[in-house]
Every structure is written in structure tokens, then in C-alpha cells.
């Protein structure tokens, strides 16, 4: 069964410091991996995703994600924290088996980011 | 470019009264369509999807349902609300393929009084 595990429900940094975020996941197949963000009674924004090709992968606002295929992770990172970061990050995984026509995403349960000035 | 739209932004309802959540997704065609649930700012729950018109996927046995009359439009419904079923609803449109991410609409906050 595909799962995704997010294990900081929150994580504290302060600005101009490195952040991580950390994600691990299990798939039965190949893994297609994403990350959004969410604030206040806002809808989830996508980051950024990993589908195959460099495990680094670059995304919106300085975010990149490291993918890990030993390890099965996928943390996001920025080298260094804003104030306007703190918010909720939310981790998911489809596989290309079980979900390859429906496209549906397991999410993780969030981590809140607070960033301290 | 896609535009996903929720209405209504916000809904006070009583207990054992009617909802309709309405989704639009503009600027794409035959996308996949998602309904979730977040309760307390935290995970999210997938009610239902659908991958075409008519087709409707529910994930979570509730007294809730969905339908999907048109291809960009995707309706959320209860014929009687109860207090567990206050939470932030959320849209969400893909394009059916397993190598795209989901884009969100702003979602809809249901408190049930």
C-alpha cells in the first residue's frame, strides 16, 4: 500500500537559517513525489515534484527537494529561511501502477514551518 | 491558463440541512476532478474523484456525494449536514495523467451549527 510519512508535525527555524522538512514514503512502483504548501484558509500551492532525472529538484519560491531512492525520502530544503515560509507543507506520492489513470495523490499529514525573525 | 474556482468561500449551516459546494475548473478539458476534506488545518481526507463525466469515485463511505453534470464541473452535496461534517473543503483538478500534480482552489470553510 502506498503511505507517506511526515514525521515533525512542526518544525521551528530561525530566518536566514537553513530549513528541512522531512518525507519519507512507500510505493509499490515508481514513485512520483510532490510538495505544497498552505496557508491560513488558503488552498495547497505546488511546490515542486520529482518524476524521474536528477534527484534534486528545484522548485517555487528557493524550495528544492532532495529525492532518495535508498533512504525512500524526499525532504524539501532552503538554504535560507524567510519569515513569509511559516506555513503548513504537505508531502505526497502517487505510484505509476495503482494510480497511473485516476492520479490520485496520498498526502502526508503536514508540517507546520515556523520561521522566527 | 487553468483557472480553478469554489464557491461558496465560507457556509454557516444547521445541523440535518441540505449542502451544494460547487467546483469549476476553466482553461483545460477532461480533467481529473478531486473533493477533499481538512479537519483542523491538518491532513487531507479524499471524499471522491472522477476521471470523467458521470463518473464518480467515492473513497470514504459518509452522508455525503458528488456529482459531476458537466467536464469542469464537479458538486458537492449532503441532504442532511451533521455537526462532523464542518471542516475546509477543498477542489482540486489534474490532468489525468500519473506525472502531474493536483491544483488546489481556494476552498470553501463549512461550519455546521
Known amino acids: 500500500a502506498q503511505s507517506v510519512a511526515q514525521p515533525e508535525d512542526q518544525v521551528n527555524v530561525a530566518e536566514g537559517n537553513p530549513l528541512t522538512v522531512k518525507c519519507t514514503y512507500s510505493v509499490s512502483g515508481n514513485p512520483y513525489l510532490f510538495w505544497y504548501v498552505q496557508y491560513p484558509n488558503r488552498g495547497l500551492q505546488f511546490l515542486l515534484k520529482?518524476?524521474?532525472?536528477?534527484?534534486l529538484v528545484k522548485g517555487s519560491y528557493g524550495f528544492e527537494a532532495e529525492f532518495n531512492k535508498s533512504q525512500t525520502s524526499f525532504h524539501l530544503k532552503k538554504p535560507s529561511a524567510l519569515v513569509s515560509d511559516s506555513a503548513l507543507y504537505f508531502c505526497a506520492v502517487r505510484d505509476g501502477i495503482t494510480s497511473s489513470n485516476t492520479g490520485k495523490l496520498i498526502f502526508g499529514q503536514g508540517t507546520t514551518l515556523q520561521v522566527k525573525p | 491558463s487553468q483557472t480553478i474556482h469554489q464557491w461558496p468561500a465560507t457556509l454557516v449551516q444547521p445541523v440535518g440541512s441540505p449542502l451544494s459546494l460547487e467546483c469549476t475548473v476553466e482553461g483545460t478539458s477532461n480533467p481529473n476532478l478531486y473533493w477533499y476534506r481538512q479537519a483542523a488545518g491538518r491532513g487531507l481526507q479524499l471524499l471522491f474523484y472522477?476521471?470523467?463525466?458521470?463518473?464518480i469515485s467515492s473513497e470514504v463511505p459518509q452522508n455525503l456525494s458528488a456529482s459531476r453534470p458537466q467536464d469542469r464541473q464537479f458538486i458537492l452535496s449532503s441532504k442532511k449536514l451533521l455537526l462532523s461534517d464542518s471542516g475546509f473543503y477543498l477542489c482540486?483538478?489534474?490532468?489525468?495523467?500519473?506525472?502531474?500534480?493536483?491544483?488546489f482552489g481556494p476552498g470553501t470553510r463549512l461550519t455546521v451549527t
Open positions: 520529482y518524476i524521474t532525472g536528477d534527484n
Open positions: 472522477s476521471v470523467g463525466i458521470g463518473q
Open positions: 482540486a483538478w489534474s490532468p489525468g495523467t500519473e506525472r502531474y500534480e493536483q491544483y
